[in-house]
T-cell receptor, first 111, second 115 residues
Framework: GQQVMQIPQYQHVQEGEDFTTYCNSSTTLSNIQWYKQRPGGHPVFLIQ?????EVKKQKRLTFQFGEAKKNSSLHITATQTTDVGTYFCAVVPYNNNDMRFGAGTRLTVKP | GAGVSQSPSNKVTEKGKDVELRCDPI?????LYWYRQSLGQGLEFLIYFQGNSAPDKSGLPSDRFSAERTGGSVSTLTIQRTQQEDSAVYLC?????????????FGPGTRLTVL
């Protein structure tokens, strides 16, 4: 069956440092979505990537979809304490609409 | 506009009792999902409803868990004979019709504690 792996599982950074989380799928994807869950909150949609090699930016966040449409990354430049939370990728295989969430990367930021 | 709402926000129950958790999706969203999230863990898919189609129950962990969706809108997740390992946050999400690949909008969740 389809495998979704997110790495790292945890990341602790000093405020101002950069952060990257990776999402890897065993199958080719039609699209990938990223969600953020603040501590005590619920997942909130951030962005969707559809095209091979696509790069999208939201302020300090940069999202990238791999050329083979099997992996993606989320990069945060100069982290702030407001970036704290768990970042989930959600993958949709090209041959069905069965969206599955990764296990998430939990980011903590030390002020 | 109104988002996904869930009730109750917190539920404490004794082992062996039944509980019902409610989800009101965003108006016009035909797809509805239930997830379970244990403390510090990821999202565990439970069940998916899409319009009038038969629900995908493949994620339900045991026959103590069931869910209904009446009139294509409100959904109720029922856990019978609760066990301590059922303690978790139960999240509901909804999305527009058209398949499970669409953006999901989550409710605030119900935190269930089984004593």
């Amino acid at each position: 069956g389809q495998q979704v792996m997110q790495i790292p599982q945890y990341q602790h950074v000093q405020e101002g440092e950069d952060f990257t989380t990776y999402c890897n799928s065993s199958t080719t994807l039609s699209n990938i979505q990223w969600y953020k869950q603040r501590p005590g909150g619920h997942p909130v949609f951030l962005i969707q990537l559809v095209k091979s090699g696509e790069v999208k930016k939201q302020k300090r966040l940069t999202f990238q979809f791999g050329e083979a449409k099997k992996n993606s990354s989320l990069h945060i430049t100069a982290t702030q304490t407001t970036d704290v939370g768990t970042y989930f990728c959600a993958v949709v295989p090209y041959n069905n609409n069965d969206m599955r969430f990764g296990a998430g990367t939990r980011l903590t930021v030390k002020p | 506009g109104a988002g996904v709402s869930q009730s109750p926000s917190n539920k404490v129950t004794e082992k062996g009792k039944d509980v019902e958790l409610r989800c009101d999706p965003i108006s016009g969203h035909t797809a509805l999902y239930w997830y379970r999230q244990s403390l510090g863990q990821g999202l565990e898919f439970l069940i998916y409803f899409q319009g009038n189609s038969a629900p995908d129950k493949s994620g339900l962990p045991s026959d103590r868990f069931s869910a209904e969706r009446t009139g294509g809108s409100v959904s109720t997740l029922t856990i019978q004979r609760t066990q301590q390992e059922d303690s978790a946050v139960y999240l509901c999400a909804s999305s527009l019709e058209g398949g499970r690949g669409l953006t999901q909008y989550f409710g605030p969740g119900t935190r269930l504690t089984v004593l």
